[in-house]
């Protein structure tokens, strides 16, 4: 048996309609006979048998759609011929997809490298009247200076760099200042049946879930995520959230840390963890340095109730956090003893506003209440 | 110690072609106007008188059949220099010369080479209007098969076509109308052919590269002779080959410089300026202090006024401004 | 010039055999195609010879091995009278690295260099310009061949056409241009494209000598081929040859045929040159049916066999792309 499917007949033809049956079965066929007619695109085209035979079956009724290949009878033949196999190519491997970076300052990539070459923090450098930090911007720059941790990152420049930035940021943008006291009782203890159950190695920090949850709350406040450039701000929209890290022999740095939805707690404190380690050795990429796209200053424990950060430019936004500790509180009705932190956020007026803060922080106070969440 | 003797672009082309012709009888020359004329430009001025009509043969206005004809000459083992008088007629021998000459040896896989020179001139400059001031170098240098050149000195212009006659595979070989009567020169003797690969590095120099090639290569160095004057040191590349482009000498510029501007007397889109860039962008990008620019003519069919017509096409001024551009002043 | 009084050809059983079973083959191999087409084994465009196969077979009778073809799209029974081998045509159709082009052309662009078979070409009337350079390559070096140039009527409205008839007749140059006139340009007939349908007019309105054949009669063309072909060898200049053909089939396989009737190419049918010369060697007793039958079967052999190698024939690998678009002893520069 046989099986005689829709012929292909074009190089643009997908499909046929079988219009007509010339042949029934039972039938004998001849070689070249006309055995049905197919309307297509183009017109109605007559189709041939190219052996002679029988046909046994109509597998498909007149009127319908057909795929080119698909089967429409089934002929008996008298020499079943063999069936070959034909060799396919191997389809060539696809190139990878390479995903650009988010965009930043306006820095040329000449500049770039001999910024790096320097040991220059870009960010430093003051962009030339059209708004592009190009070579002409790093003229005149020393050569790299011996560095006092002996790493990669040269401390002084370091230093030099985030006062500028710091002078900076105070000279050309307008800061407010929003805070909220939010209640961490729920997040602190969950935090910590979390942690019994693991290894003392594995266990979370209390800054991994606030990161977290400042990476969410940057998703739903977008204005606060972002770079103000050219009298305007470009909303970025991955999170890559400087960490204020301190650094030995003084000074403090907030490489960024990327943080997508997906990511978990654990693979968050992995992260931080890692990027801990390098500054402490001096091994960061440049790139972690100049992409943040808003930052976190966690004080941490054992140090002040509120801070009032600096935005770090071009952010428009910084995220202060002071130590978690207990306090008297108000929970339905009655006086209560509560583990409370106060939060606090700088915007830049020109991109933000208070409005914005304010559902920032609001959402970081709900978010707190249900800790398995993040 | 070599001498030099001066001569003209056109001068240098006629004894291109008759050099040619005393030393390889099968070299032939094909074209409207070639032989009684002399060649629409001179170009073979005198020839027909030494080499006789067979190997000078005038053409009828037939575009499509002499070009064709050129092809199955090589084909036959002849090496014929078809001449299209200008390239805004050789649009009528685009199906020879895309369909056959550049796609027989891949059609056949391998068993036929068109040893095939074309020559036209090309470009603008002479109040010729919209029909016959067309650059498109780019059309011929998009195509796989084809090699395409564009002489813009006297020693090119004097030397490349030995070399092309030599290639088995077809040439094309643009000569900038506003050339012809540009004085250079060549030595005296010696061997004078000029090799079909390569751009040539026409003035070193360290703050930006100008990148161009055939009529646009007096006007980029004359751009770069002002603004010495400046302080600015603009490394001037001439092309050379079209296609293919000579990527190593464009990108090795670029590194040193970190700005490049390219001078295309084409329209810029779709230009060879385009690909030029996009070469660079991919091969140099972290070189770049400046985006890469491009001096073209611009959108409109070339004006026949005078000062429309300047307006319209790349000029010294222009690329003068495109280099400040560059430098960000 | 007229065709029948010509000098004699020898219808020898030998040359009749040759005659038919060439044109049998052409026959055989096309169908073959048409259903593999049908099984996307051969892809792109297809034209069949069916029907024409006189033409091309009687024609290459007149030709040594040292002239030149040029041919169209529909070439694949020029390519098996001229002496490629069905072996690499088929591969060349199945686009399989053992094709006469290694693939790289398919059914439109089948070449070979030792035959002198130049093509295979898709644009109507793009082979008579280069046509034309290889007979006037011959020229200028003093060899006597012919070039053979094949093309249908659908060619004279082009501009290519008239420039290289009027080279050829310009220039006195030793061609055979073979116009198979079948009617239609596609699906255009030919009195709805042609002010003049008279293709020996246009031949002679460029002063080059032309005749019309009957082109279903194998031998009616062989004997004209031959006479014009000699007349080009003694340097009589160009000939013009239409032949009055017909197509069997559609244009190319995605063709409802809807500018024709049934009823017209039932009429060419019963004419058909392989049946016309069947009939005759068999009322001459020329041959005798197990001699046709045994022509058959050896046909049928030889396309199967042909169609077994394409299939077990390799693909060129994927790495191998950018071979021979121009020589590679120069393909060292960069870019």
Redesign the interface.
Known sequence: MTAF?M???????DEGTLTEWLKQPGDNLK??DIIAVVE?Q????E??V?HDGVLETIHVKTGTRVP??QVLATIRTAKEPES?Q??V?QP?PKPPVIIPEAPGLKVTPAARIRARERGVDIQSISPGQDGIIGLKELEGLSQPAQSRSGHGINLDEMRKAIAAAMARSKREIPHYYVGSIIDMTAMVEWLATENARRAVADRILAAVPIIKACALGLKQVPELNGHFLNDHLMRIAEVKLGIGIAMRGGGLIAPALSIPDTLSLAQTMQQLSDLVARVRGGRLRSSELTNATATLSNLGDGSADMVLPVIYPPQVAIIGVGQIEDRPWVVNGALAVRKLATFTVAGDHRANDGRSAARFLRYLAEIFQKPETL | MSSQRKLTYRDAVREAIQDAMRRDVRV?LMGEDVGRYGGAYGCSKGLLAEFGE??IRD??L?E???????????????R?IVEIMTVNFSL?AL??IV??AAT??????????VPLVIRMATGAGRQLAAQHSHSLENWYAHV??I?VIAPATVPDARGMLWTALQ???PVIIFEHATLYNDEGEIASEGDLSMPI??AAIRRPGTDCSIITYGGSLKKAIRAAEELQGENISCEVIDLR?LR?????SILASVEKTHRALVVDEGWRTGSLAAEVSA?IMEGAFFSLDVPVARECSAEVPIPYARHLETAATPQVAGIVTAVHGLLRQ | MNPSASKKIHLTREHCTKLLRVMKLIRRFE??C??L?????I???LHLYIGEEAVAVGVMEALTPED?VVATYREHGHALARGLHAHEVMAEMYGKAT???????GSM?I???EQRF??????VG?G???????????K??GRVRV?CCFFGEGAAAE??FH??L??AA?WKLPMLFICENNGYAMGTALVRSESEIDMCRHAQSYRIPAASVDGMDVVAVEVAARQAAQAVRNGEGPQFLEMRTYRFR?H?????E?YRDKAEVEKWKERGPIKRFREWLLSTGTLHETDIAAIETSVADEVENAV?FA?NS??EP?ADLL?????P??Q????
């Open positions: 499917r012929p292909s007949l074009g190089a643009d033809m070689r070249g297509t183009k017109g109605a085209i189709i041939e190219f080119v290949g070959i034909a060799v190519p060539a | 032939f067979e190997r053409t009828p037939a499509a059949g002499f070009t064709g004809a050129g092809i199955g000459a090589a084909l036959g083992g002849m014929p009528l199906d020879q369909n056959t027989i040896r891949h059609m056949s896989g391998g068993q036929f080479s796989p098969g090699k290639d088995p595979d690969e390569g080959v293919p482009l000579d990527a190593k070469l | 169908e073959r048409a259903e087409y049908g099984e996307q084994k892809r792109g465009f030149a094709g006469s082009s290694r693939g790289r052309g662009h070449f070979n260099a130049y093509g295979g070409n898709a644009i793009g008579l310009p280069m046509a034309v350079g290889l007979a006037l390559a011959d200028m070096s070039t501009g290519e420039e290289s009027n080279l310009l559609a190319s396989m995605f063709d409802p809807l077994q299939e390799p693909w994927e071979r021979d678009v121009v020589t002893a120069l060292g520069a960069t870019s």
